[in-house]
């Protein structure tokens, strides 16, 4: 029996993820999508990435830390460069980029250590899918797809 539904639906206790494709009967079978996917490109249907506020402080923390061994070597570490900096972007609670990056900025405004030489932004604001999506991405890719390569992807082949 082919395999037409272009439909992905996760239940889980807490919620449910879903992504519908459209039916593309003429060029590609649903089978052979499911077999070339990426667990990347799954993830991007099935879920949003969410700014991780705890992820951005450790980032922005070690971009200060090698911005200002750069600057000034071991001295740096030794003379406390940035530690003031960087307790105060770890107080930082939001729940957006937006907020985490503006706060940021204030800080290392206000800051005594010069920043305006660094080549790149101190401030790092990150954004992972939830752990979830993650793992059902890794299923998929690890145990599902291998299942329909060899069962049904010569039945889609016809």
């Not at 052979?32 to 993830?43: A, F, I, Q, T």
């Amino acid at each position: 029996v082919p395999v037409t539904s272009a439909d992905i639906l996760l239940k889980m206790s807490t919620h449910t993820l879903a992504y519908g494709w459209k039916p593309t009967p003429d060029t590609e079978s649903f089978v052979k999508l499911l077999c070339r996917m990426s667990s990347d490109y799954l993830l991007d249907k099935i879920s949003e990435m969410r700014f991780d506020l705890e992820e951005s402080i450790k980032q922005t923390a070690s971009h200060i830390k090698d911005y200002l061994e750069k600057q000034y070597g071991n001295e740096a570490a030794l003379r406390g460069y940035g530690d003031n900096d960087i307790f105060l972007i770890s107080s930082i609670d939001c729940d957006n980029e937006a907020d985490f990056l503006g706060e940021c900025q204030n800080i290392l405004d206000a800051s005594r250590e010069d920043y305006s030489l660094c080549e790149y932004g101190i401030a790092d604001a990150v954004s992972v899918y939830p752990r979830r999506a993650v793992k059902i991405a890794s299923i998929f890719e690890k145990h599902i797809q291998p299942f329909l390569k060899t069962n049904f992807l010569d039945e889609a082949n016809q």
